[in-house]
């Protein structure tokens, strides 16, 4: 139950650090818990890898345990 307390306040902590939640699809498919699509996005996309909110949105979609697009080196390397 505490990951799934984490998980559910991540999206929150998403808008807190970037001072401004953008309405993007990215945004909304973190928001929505739809990690595969955030990841497809952000790899779709070059100019995401430039933006600091999709990055970090991928940082944790790559880190949580149980996502579908769970990948520990590409995380710590975001």
Known sequence: ????????AL?????VA???CSP???DRNFDEGRYLDVARAFDADS???ED???LFHAG???????SE???PARARQL
């Open 11 to 15: 999206p929150g902590l998403a808008c």
């Open 24 to 26: 993007s699809d990215l």
């Open 18 to 20: 970037s001072f401004a």
């Open 1 to 8: 139950m505490k990951f799934r307390r984490v998980a559910l």
């Open 52 to 54: 600091e909110t999709a």
């Open 60 to 66: 944790i979609v790559f880190a949580v345990p149980g």
């Open 69 to 71: 697009a769970r990948d």
């Open 47 to 49: 100019a995401l890898h």
